[in-house]
């Protein structure tokens, strides 16, 4: 067994034994839904339901209901596209690379971060799909055989790269959340007595024995989709900047979007697993595997993501000065004073200024105060992508197009449906899915157990 200092904080707290462990993990599942779980559930459920119909009104009227004009072809939905791509990154960095870098604490939170970041992509595709105005044709996106005609994708645009990268990182972060929940399937049909449940889980657990045969497989796949995971997480986002890097307008057409959005997409990911698992912790009553010392370490992550954001966002105003392209210095003037400033300073109030507030211990430790910081952060990404499209379209290169953009009634309902959509299928999956990896957790209670540490083992 690994051994750990004695001045590392414990990972779990209590006296806790291995039969703890499992009895708190799946409670959840066996027995009925608390209060705090049917309110949240209630609240996203009707949300998901608004959503629906104005996505239903969306498809059966077409796009132009939307605030989209002739100057401004694309903004809410790819705001909302980006958005949502950038929080599913944290769930695969988590599981993937702290994976590979041993890091301890990602065991408490690495389920849910996985699961996040499937129910994220899945809301980013509906943008995706439906700003085409046609989205019964979006597998033309896709190569197609010769018997549908001469159409052939252009592999030069990077709307297509989007797509291969989009649909590879979903489905290789799809299969590592899968692989993960196996054993902890098998741990639930092993205690299930109900036939129904029991004999669903049996087929989850794919004839899980847990024998050593299968921890050793077990291991080395999760290694393998580890490794092929990890550049994933740095290439999808990037591919998704280039969508805007390769345009001519100013304010896109630049080499930093690349790591600016990378950094950016971690940052906002993070933010959202904090908002995420101290709903949980608090309806599920988890509070002895995800204590304050994971929420340290991750909020020290958004001090360093959020930093380097900030560092982004000077240099693109050094750049625009020092090039002496006043196109390029209009841009970002345009963004600071003009229509648009108030989301301006509001990404720059919500990225730069709120994630600093992390340096005070007193306020990274407080539970309050991280809940708080991580929707405002949120908050701040999304106007982050929205400053990024919208006032760039609105003041192009000729000032007879110029115009303003409003989103109407249904873009609202379409984005904050794609929310209760997400908390929906989050809160489904914490009901009947095990939240944290029981059995990768088991492995570290000897070695960062309170308990045990004070028993010297």
Known sequence: MHQESEIREPLIIGNKSYKDITDDIIRPIQGKANKYWWIVFTLAATTFTWGICC??????TGIGVWGSNNGVDWAWDITNFVWWIGIGHAGTLISAVLLLFRQKWRMAINRSAEAMTIFAVMCAAIFVTLHTGRPWLDYWLFPLPNQFGSLWINFNSPLVWDVFAVSTYFSVSLVFWYTGLIPDFATIRDRMTKPLAKKIYSILSFGWSGRAKDWTRFEEVSLVLAGLS???VFSVHSIVSTDFATAV?????????PPYFVAGAVFSGFAMVLTLILIMRKVFSLESYINIKHI??????IIITGSIVGVAYLTELFMSWYSGVEYEQYAFLNRATGPYWWAYWSMMTCNVISPQLFWF????????ATFILSIVVNI???FERFVIIVPTLCRTFTPSTWNMYHPTFIDIGIFVGTIGMFFTFFLLFARFFPVIAQSELKSILKSSGSEWKKKGH
């Open 361 to 368: 211990k007193k306020i990274r430790t407080s539970l309050i």
């Open 230 to 232: 990890t550049p994933l």
């Open 249 to 257: 307008l100013p304010g896109w057409h630049t080499t930093i979007f």
């Open 296 to 301: 340290e370490y991750m909020n020290i992550v």
């Open 55 to 60: 996505l239903a009104y969306t498809i059966g």
């Open 380 to 382: 701040g990404m999304w």
